[in-house]
């Protein structure tokens, strides 16, 4: 069996291996007062700001 374990050395290079492999997978939520969703960033979307 091999190794195919991926060399990643930043969140930057985490980050763009999602958007290329998951781009409409939620990459964060973010809770306007801890506990409400308010906004949804996808892996592409992050990637793109």
């Known amino acids: 069996m091999s190794d195919t374990r ?13 958007a290329q492999s998951q781009p409409d997978l939620t990459a964060y939520t973010f809770l306007q007062d801890g506990e409400t969703e308010s906004v949804k960033l996808s892996y592409k979307k992050l990637k793109d700001k």
Do not use: A
């Open 6 to 18: 991926l060399e990643i050395s930043t969140l930057v290079d985490l980050l763009s291996m999602r």
